[in-house]
């Protein structure tokens, strides 16, 4: 007789329960929505950097040291004008901000429709494109980078010393 104690495991074919599918919904789009009500709370620099200042962060060592912004330079400005609805001044700060900022919402949706519905849907989206979408984070981190230091130093911008 067999033993009826022993619960069969769960193969890789089963899917996985809609509890846990809404809670991972969630657990993907509370930091986007997060980051978002953040940006809201905050006003982004006319400047184009130093927004994050407003957290009580310390200014970019980088631009006191050298002068130049670093790559991650005007993120948060570009984020913060962006959720205010000023795409253009967003797109100044930081271009790969703006591109962020479509991507937290675009994932924080995506993760609430997952929790309501109970459907893998950031499975379907994400599966086996980790490698894909570290390379754009990474190439977008330093495109938005050339982008800010080229027209910084073509309207003398930078070095600010």
């Not at 978002?36 to 994050?52: E, F, P, Q």
């Not at 429709?113 to 980790?130: C, E, P």
Request: proline content about 6%.
């Amino acid at each position: 007789m067999p033993n009826s104690s022993v619960k069969p495991t769960e193969s890789k074919d089963t899917p996985p329960k809609p509890s846990r599918l809404r809670i991972a919904g969630l657990l993907a789009a509370a930091p986007c929505w997060i980051v978002l009500a953040v940006g809201l709370s905050l006003n982004a620099r006319a400047k184009g950097d130093g927004t994050h200042t407003q957290l009580g962060l310390t200014p970019c060592r980088t631009m006191v040291v050298d002068g130049i912004p670093c790559p991650g330079c005007g993120l948060t400005t570009s984020i913060t004008a962006a959720v205010h609805g000023d795409l253009i001044a967003s797109v100044k700060a930081n271009v790969f901000g703006t591109f962020l900022f479509f991507v937290l919402v675009f994932i924080g949706s995506v993760g609430i429709m997952q929790a309501l519905a109970g459907r893998d849907f950031l499975t379907r989206i994400f599966r086996r494109r980790v490698w894909l979408i570290c390379g754009i984070m990474i190439t977008g981190t330093l495109v938005g980078w050339a982008i800010k230091l080229a027209i910084g130093y073509n309207n003398g911008q930078y070095p600010t010393h």
